[in-house]
């Protein structure tokens, strides 16, 4: 199975959709959506080939830094190792320079 990363309609590229395991057997990861609490827009979908999709709540890059979330716009979820191990390069520089741009500001 494959993931596709799609950010604002731009394509960022493919990895496979490694099978995890939960309790005791394997199965094929979902898909991501990205949904904005403040401005309702799914702004980064991460389809699976044939697979459900959950949808994560995370302010986009149109929004200010809130207390306890990540930063706007950022999809790297240190809460889900599966999922984020597997972005592919080009979505990979796009958080370091998303996060470098964060961390200018402060």
């Not at 099978?19 to 991501?32: E, L, Q």
């Not at 904005?36 to 044939?50: G, H, K, T, Y």
């Not at 999709?53 to 207390?67: N, Q, R």
Request: aromatic residues 14%.
């Amino acid at each position: 199975m494959i993931r596709h990363y799609f950010i604002r309609n731009e394509y960022f590229g493919h990895s496979a959709a490694t099978p995890i395991p939960v309790h005791g057997t394997y199965r094929v990861p979902a898909g991501r959506a990205f949904f904005c609490p403040r401005c309702a827009e799914i702004w980064a979908l991460f389809p699976v080939d044939s697979q459900e999709t959950y949808v994560d709540h995370v302010l986009c890059d149109k929004h200010e830094l809130s207390p306890s979330q990540q930063w706007p716009g950022c999809v790297y979820l240190t809460w889900a190792g599966e999922f984020s191990a597997d972005l592919p390069t080009e979505l990979l520089k796009r958080e370091f320079l998303l996060t470098m741009k964060h961390k200018e500001q402060q």
